[in-house]
């Protein structure tokens, strides 16, 4: 049973931002002043696996680290968009591509930027750590801070209502 209020059969796309979703919200800088993200192993398997079930997942981010594409091309994702300024238009780019619905598309973001993204899905969420008008905008606000499981909790959430957590052997690798 899922703790979203939405039908998550209908999903068949998730946007993320990164910094403060999929990472923390507190960044360690290098000594040239290059930002240093850690990510969460639990959020890394749930998006491969959502890859791999067929979702259709996009990074939207204002960061421009080639770090984090390579992260997320290790995991299967193709469709990344650093260095957004105004993620709404990656967004509707992204959307039109997959021709996608709102009501297919959620999308999780953690502060002022990712407001107007989480207008256009069907299905906006946030980590329990976002700002106040994030978690008001949100239809989900997962009980998980950003860059400590709050991807996976969705992800997890949308594969269980689908039937394809744990579904098949693709489930136990990598």
């Known amino acids: 049973m899922?703790?979203?209020?939405?039908?998550?059969?209908?999903?068949?796309?998730?946007?993320?931002?990164?910094?403060?979703?999929?990472?923390?919200?507190?960044?360690?800088?290098?000594?040239?002043?290059?930002?240093?993200?850690?990510?969460?192993?639990?959020d890394g398997y749930a998006l491969q696996l959502a890859v791999k079930s067929g979702?259709?997942?996009?990074?939207?981010?204002?960061?421009?680290?080639e770090a984090v594409r390579h992260r997320f091309n290790a995991l299967g994702i193709?469709?990344?968009?650093?260095g957004a300024a105004h993620k709404t238009e990656q967004l509707r780019e992204w959307?039109?591509?997959?021709?996608?619905?709102?009501?297919e598309t959620a999308y999780m973001g953690d502060d002022i930027p990712d407001l107007r993204c989480m207008r256009i899905v069907?299905?906006?969420?946030?980590?329990?750590?976002?700002?106040?008008?994030?978690?008001?905008?949100a239809l989900y606000v997962s009980r998980f801070s950003g860059g400590y499981g709050c991807g996976r909790d969705l992800l997890?959430?949308?594969l269980r209502a689908?039937?394809?957590?744990?579904?098949?052997?693709?489930?136990?690798?990598?």
């Open 2 to 42: 899922s703790g979203i209020n939405y039908d998550l059969k209908k999903i068949r796309a998730i946007a993320f931002d990164v910094d403060g979703v999929l990472s923390p919200s507190v960044i360690p800088m290098s000594e040239t002043g290059e930002p240093m993200r850690m990510v969460n192993i639990k």
């Open 55 to 65: 979702i259709i997942i996009a990074i939207i981010s204002g960061g421009k680290s």
């Open 78 to 82: 193709t469709d990344i968009y650093l």
């Open 95 to 103: 959307m039109e591509k997959y021709n996608l619905t709102p009501e």
């Open 122 to 137: 069907g299905l906006p969420c946030a980590p329990y750590d976002a700002a106040h008008e994030v978690r008001d905008t």
């Open 156 to 158: 997890e959430q949308v």
């Open 162 to 174: 689908q039937g394809t957590w744990m579904k098949d052997d693709k489930a136990f690798g990598w």
